[in-house]
T-cell receptor, first 114, second 113 residues
């Protein structure tokens, strides 16, 4: 089946640092989404990208839809402690008509540096 | 108020029990989904309902039985589950089946003993 390769799997952040993560696939996607999940909660949608090359910001978050439509990245600038959590990328693959599926990456876990 | 509400938040059940998970969305969406989230695995799509009709069943065992009485409510009926079914079960909704912005509930943490 389709797979998204999300990296890194985990990373440690120090307050004030910039953070970058990305997702790649061998398949073309019509849409890229980025979610954040806190422990014990459901994923919360952060950014949605609909066009190849699109660059979208949401506060300190910036995400881009890769020009090949096979990748996307998420940047977090000037990280703060509440940024910790698990970030998921998701790609929407349209099968035609009204059919399609969201494919999720395995997530990038952000933790605070000890 | 997340817009998608799941109950219960936590559930412990024996392998011979029958229980149900409930999801309600207040967003006016027409598509609803059940996902399973296990440790170290990507989110797995289980079922999709579009305008109350089931449009997808991703080879889910019959011990999981979904029900969608209307566009706002979705249930997942559970019976004779196995310990490996323990996971976080997430409900999501989107405006349409082809609309990709899915909004998730907080999930039900299920433990099968």
């Amino acid at each position: 089946g389709q797979q998204l390769n999300q990296s890194p799997q985990s990373m440690f952040i120090q307050e004030g640092e910039d953070v970058s993560m990305n997702c790649t696939s061998s398949s073309i996607f019509n849409t890229w989404l980025w979610y954040k999940q806190d422990p014990g909660e459901g994923p919360v949608l952060l950014i949605a990208l609909y066009k190849a090359g699109e660059l979208t910001s949401n506060g300190r978050l910036t995400a881009q839809f890769g020009i090949t439509r096979k990748d996307s990245f998420l940047n977090i600038s000037a990280s703060i402690p509440s940024d910790v959590g698990i970030y998921f990328c998701a790609g929407f693959m349209n099968y035609g008509g009204s059919q399609g599926n969201l494919i999720f990456g395995k997530g990038t876990k952000l933790s605070v540096k000890p | 108020e997340t817009g998608v509400t799941q109950t219960p938040r936590h559930l412990v059940m024996g392998m011979t029990n029958k229980k149900s998970l409930k999801c309600e969305q207040h967003l006016g969406h027409n598509a609803m989904y059940w996902y399973k989230q296990s440790a170290k695995k990507p989110l797995e799509l289980m079922f999709v309902y579009n305008f109350k009709e089931q449009t997808e069943n991703n080879s889910v065992p019959s011990r999981f039985s979904p029900e969608c009485p209307n566009s706002s409510h979705l249930f997942l009926h559970l019976h004779t589950l196995q310990p490996e079914d323990s996971a976080l079960y997430l409900c999501a909704s989107s405006q349409e089946r082809k609309n990709t912005e899915a909004f998730f509930g907080q999930g039900t943490r299920l433990t099968v003993v």
